[in-house]
Structure formats: C-alpha cells, structure tokens
C-alpha cells in the first residue's frame, strides 16, 4: 500500500454531500474549481497519513468524530466562499456539464 492522507477522503466525501445538498453554494461547477476548494481545506487541516490497510481504518474511524466532522465541514464552507470569490480559471471559458 502506498502512503495515503486519509483527510482528503473525508475532504472529498464531506464536499461533494455538501454539494449535492446545496448546488448553489458553488458559483462554478468546475473541476478546477472543486480541486482548488479541496486544497484550500486541505492546506488548513492538520493530514493523518498511512500505510497499511490497518492504519487507513483506524483513521478512518478517528475521522468520524463529531469534532473532526465539524472542522472538516468548517474549512470547506470556507473554501467555497474563497474560491466563489477569486477562482483561478478563465472566466470566458465554456462549461459543458
């Protein structure tokens, strides 16, 4: 097994339940977009790294606490609002869904 951060499963997992519960909440649906709200929070929370099956269940679970949930919520909610604010792509560009 290679060396995993487990944060960003729960970055990618909490973003897109978010998403797909508020679709408003991105002014722009792009991949760009996305991967840079994913950065964003993942720059902003501290990584668990593994390199076992074993390692990545037991983060798995220490990831499931209430507290971690709402952190991870938390630096997501804010990284929307940055990348809303200032994305990183061409503006003129054409979205195709």
């Given at each position: 097994m290679i060396v995993h951060n487990c944060v960003l499963d729960e970055i990618n997992r909490q973003l897109q339940t978010y998403?797909?519960?508020?679709?408003?909440?991105?002014?722009?649906?792009?991949?760009?977009?996305?991967?840079?709200?994913?950065?964003?929070?993942?720059?902003?929370?501290?990584?668990?790294?593994?390199?076992?099956?074993e390692g990545r269940l037991l983060a798995g679970f220490e990831?499931?606490?209430k507290q971690v949930q709402l952190d991870v919520f938390?630096?997501?909610?804010q990284a929307t609002r940055q990348v809303n604010s200032a994305p990183r792509h061409d503006p003129h560009r054409q979205i195709t869904p």
């Amino acid at each position: 097994m290679i060396v995993h951060n487990c944060v960003l499963d729960e970055i990618n997992r909490q973003l897109q339940t978010y998403l797909a519960q508020e679709p408003e909440a991105l002014a722009c649906p792009c991949q760009q977009c996305r991967n840079d709200i994913i950065a964003l929070a993942a720059n902003r929370l501290p990584a668990r790294y593994t390199a076992s099956t074993e390692g990545r269940l037991l983060a798995g679970f220490e990831l499931q606490s209430k507290q971690v949930q709402l952190d991870v919520f938390k630096v997501i909610i804010q990284a929307t609002r940055q990348v809303n604010s200032a994305p990183r792509h061409d503006p003129h560009r054409q979205i195709t869904p």
